[in-house]
């Protein structure tokens, strides 16, 4: 493809002046953007923009904090008039075991990650709405995805990144502004404080930078609301994906001991689904199951808490309500925390009516010492902690002011980090704890309005899984969960009847489980709960694309492998689960070395290895309207079929088969006299294999660039494959890629290898399945077929005189190859619609005037088929087959 230019975008890059940042801002400039290099260091950023000054590029410096991301963005403004794209890279590191984290600790990573990512972001948006653009990238990082040992609060920053690009790709997606987030490892100032040299070198910058330009330039991918890992030249989506989860009766029968009874079914990941958003789950059908269910069959023995302190936050109703009310009931000596007196000193009053144990806790959830106190002071100790105090301030992105984003993240987020480390130093003297904290479905998947609060419940997972990492050794057990029930909060925004079916007490039995003495082995995992219903949600990653590492990285390169970095269905899918597991498929890519050329194979013999060195000069082809009606006309498109046969129709187009004409005479210009006992007139036609890289113009001035893609030793025979790359001579970018493999009899046995590489579709068997056709056309070719396919450019005389038919053993003159491989190409389209490649193998000769016939099979995304000539029963078109553009037949070929 041509190279994407960035001409006409301002470009603010925030922590620039090294690391990502400053690679970043050189791509950037490089490809014509104006660039904006924040970084706190003025001398940092001021050599990067005199790198890209020095170089002829526009860039200035902003200094600013990103928490002021007005004064970010005025530097855009005042600068270039403007700005499109926002790269949130900025970042620092305070890692320190939970133990020893200080609070400054923890709010200055999550001030400079996610409030500087708010900030600039918050200062741009209202920009982007105005003039219906926008690309945003913010950068999290596998301890977000998973969780890391010492760094629990980098984890919450970066865990909160991915929920709060989830909100805005939904928010921005009808004004075009585009977010994605990405989990890069790269070596900079940043991770060269933890990570070792032989490390750094392997995962330079340089392999980050050019997908973020892809993903941000207005011809990119669909990267929306994406999220993606990359590093060492590997990249890969990651998605979330759901197990079925179990369906429990909503009667008393629904207890910890039940789900116990029952977990292996809610962690089955056999028959997974693979939600986008909070509404792809079917509540309705859930609780009617649910009701139709015998009584829960229980474990033995019975989960319970006697002698076990439990502190729950926000209890004094909705879902700390129920929680606490199902503690006591099972012998917990319970704490009820709330900012309301009245609300909390209520349930106490309940639990000790029906004979528990209970206390009150009246302060905020972020005064976490001070809960602790009241347990140690009441019960002696604490062994469980239901972190569940929460807000809600929903408000569009625009609309959102800042103290709405402060308030819902201190009492979600820093109130559970707060409780969290009241407990630990306990837990961990104790050797034993658990700990469940509260994220929300809008947090997996973000949610229209409530770009806070999905941060904010996002950031406590990750928070979590470190905390998990941390404690295993300790006995301590942390879990979250993403509950749907009606409640104080949710009735702001969810219908009366939909809050009276998702009662809170849905949700307590699978909260006591996960915090009980029964469970011993499950940490640091995620689960949805609604209804009495509760399955586990865990990353899966595609298996993604590596680049060689001896080579630059363009956002091209990347754009070409999109559809394997997003592939998520071709059996190379894994499911990371750590830190360590995440970076082991980026470390194998370390080797990925490419040859310098692309064509060499080390199995080749010394023969073929040199004739793949001689590169053909360059073919150019020129052609207009009536060239491409030539072609139509040559394969059967008739006058009737105006749309092939006449320049002024208004979807005038070339048939796709078009793509063979241009490379004809590059590809026959590929030497072969190096062959032992090369006869050109012992040449066969075998395989012919196109690609339609772009749409195909019906005018135009195109490049052919040939080489030998492969050589095979057949003994008596050689078969040479060429592939051809036919490009705009004026752009640089690939309409068609041609592959064509000839026989030469007799000039086999010089010692090169035997089989062939699998090269994908253009090696396809394509092997007809076993039942009748899915479409059958029939068309007969005219007698005087040949004559005029040859105007198109190949004038073997083998098409036209019969005395050169009769030399090579043919009664009279035959059909092009590649004549008839248009005419069944002609049928595939009009019978499924626009294809990306067609295959096929010469199996037999067609004379003109014979009738073919094109039988036709829908597999998937692919059309396999084969032609006859029905006169004589011979099949002229063998292992053919065609990769539909779209295989669900909406987008067919205008008849």
């Known amino acids: ?98 133990r020893n984290m200080t609070d400054q600790e923890f709010d200055q990573v999550l001030q400079v990650h996610l409030k500087g990512a708010y900030s600039c972001t918050k200062a741009v948006w209202g920009i982007f709405r105005k003039q219906k653009f926008g690309r945003i990238v913010n950068t ?27 909100t805005l790709a939904r928010e921005g997606a009808k004004y075009n502004i585009n977010a994605t987030a990405i989990a890069p490892i790269a070596a900079s100032p940043m991770t060269e404080t933890v990570m070792p040299p032989e490390l750094l070198k392997h995962i330079q910058p340089e392999f980050i930078a050019p997908f973020v330009a892809a993903v941000t330039h207005p011809d990119g991918p669909d990267a929306n609301g994406k999220v993606f890992e990359l590093g060492a030249g590997y990249v890969a989506e990651i998605r979330w994906e759901r197990s079925k989860g179990a369906i429990f009766k909503t009667d008393a029968s629904f207890t910890p001991s039940a789900v116990k009874e029952k977990w292996s079914v809610i962690t089955d990941f056999s028959n997974p689904d693979y939600p986008q958003s909070v509404t792809d789950f079917d509540h309705e059908a859930v609780l009617e199951t649910a009701r139709k269910l015998p009584p829960n069959p229980q474990s033995t023995p019975e989960v319970r808490f006697d002698s076990k302190t439990v502190i729950i936050t926000g209890a004094g109703q909705g879902l700390g309500r129920a929680y606490a009310l199902m503690y006591g009931r099972l012998g917990a000596n319970v704490v009820v925390n709330d900012v309301s007196e009245k ?11 029906a004979g528990g144990k209970a206390v009150a806790a009246v302060s905020s959830a972020e005064d976490g010492d001070a809960i602790v106190k009241v347990a140690l002071e009441k019960f002696g100790g604490v062994h469980v902690l239901i972190a569940n105090a929460g807000i809600l301030r929903d408000k569009s992105f625009a609309a959102m002011t800042e103290p709405e984003w402060d308030a819902v993240l201190a009492v979600h987020l820093r109130g559970t980090y707060k409780c969290a480390k009241a407990v630990w130093p306990i837990f961990l003297k104790q050797k034993y704890g658990r700990i469940v904290t509260t994220a929300s479905q809008v947090g997996i998947y973000g949610n229209f309005g409530q770009a806070n609060y999905s941060t904010a419940k996002a950031a406590i997972l990750g928070m979590t899984r470190s905390l998990a990492i941390e404690g295993k050794k300790y006995g301590i057990i942390a879990n979250t969960i993403a509950p749907s029930a009606g409640t104080a909060m949710t009735s702001t925004v969810w219908p009366q009847e939909m809050v009276n079916a998702f ?30 219903w ?138 072969l006299d190096w062959l032992p006992n090369y006869n050109p007139a012992k040449l066969l036609h075998g395989e012919q294999y196109l690609a339609i890289k772009a749409p195909i113009p019906t005018s135009g001035n195109l490049v052919n660039e040939a080489r ?53 579709a253009a090696t396809a068997a394509n092997t007809p399945p076993q039942r009748k056709p899915d479409a059958v056309v029939e068309e007969k070719t005219l007698s005087q077929q040949a004559a005029l396919y040859r105007l198109n450019g190949d004038l073997n005389p083998l098409h036209i005189l019969p005395e050169f038919a009769a030399v090579g053993g043919f009664d009279k003159p035959i059909l092009h190859g590649l004549c008839f491989f248009g005419f069944a190409g002609k049928h595939v389209f009009k019978s499924f ?59 067919k070929a205008k008849l």
């Open 534 to 671: 509760a399955a586990q949600t865990r990353w899966q990653r595609a298996g993604g694309h590596g680049f060689p590492v001896n080579k630059p990285l363009t956002p091209e390169a990347v754009i070409s492998k999109w559809d394997i970095i997003t592939n998520f269905d071709d059996g190379r899918a894994t499911h990371p689960s750590t830190t360590q597991e995440s970076f082991q498929q980026l470390a194998e890519n370390f080797s990925n070395v490419e040859n310098s050329d692309p064509y060499a194979d080390p199995e080749d013999s010394e023969l073929v290895a040199k004739a793949k060195k001689n590169v053909p000069e360059s073919v150019e082809f020129s052609y207009a309207d009536k060239d491409v009606i030539l072609y139509n006309l040559s394969i059967g498109a008739t006058e009737k079929e105006r749309q092939w046969t006449f320049e002024g129709d208004e979807e005038f187009s070339a048939l796709p088969t078009f793509g063979v004409i241009p490379q004809f005479q590059a590809s026959g210009g590929i030497s």
């Open 140 to 166: 999290s990082s596998a301890a977000g995805l998973y969780g890391n040992f010492g760094q629990a609060n980098y984890s919450a920053a970066k865990m909160g990144l991915v929920a709060f690009t989830k």
């Open 833 to 891: 619609g626009p294809y990306k490649d067609v295959k096929a193998r010469f199996a037999g000769v067609v004379y003109p005037g014979e009738t073919l016939v094109t039988e036709m099979w829908k597999e998937g995304n692919k059309v396999i088929f084969t032609t006859k000539v029905k006169e004589r029963g011979t099949t002229v078109l063998a292992a053919a087959g065609a990769t539909l553009v779209d295989p669900t037949g909406s987008v």
């Open 343 to 353: 609300g909390a000193n209520a349930v106490v009053d309940e639990i000790i009516k």
């Open 503 to 532: 009662k809170p007490d849905y949700i307590a039995p699978i909260v006591g489980f996960l915090s009980s003495e029964a469970n011993t082995e499950t940490s640091g995992k995620l689960f949805e709960i609604m209804g009495g």
């Open 1 to 98: 493809m041509s190279q994407l230019s960035f001409k006409g975008h301002t470009v603010i890059v925030t922590g620039a002046g090294g690391g990502l940042g400053k690679t970043y801002s050189l791509l950037y400039a490089s490809r014509g953007a104006n660039v904006v290099v924040n970084d706190v260091s003025q001398a940092a950023a001021q050599k990067v923009v005199d790198q890209i000054t020095q170089a002829g590029g526009k860039a200035v410096v902003n200094t600013s904090s990103v928490t002021d991301g007005e004064a970010v963005v005025k530097t855009a403004l005042d600068a270039f008039g403007g700005v499109t794209i926002l790269i949130n890279n900025a970042g620092i590191l305070r890692d320190k075991g939970f």
């Open 708 to 760: 030998i893609v492969e050589v095979l030793d057949k003994g008596k025979a050689a078969a040479v494959t060429s592939v051809v790359e036919t490009k705009d001579k004026d752009t640089g970018k690939v309409i068609f890629e041609n592959q064509s493999t000839v026989f030469i009899r007799g000039a086999g046995g010089f010692g090169g290898k035997r089989a062939g590489k699998d090269r994908g």
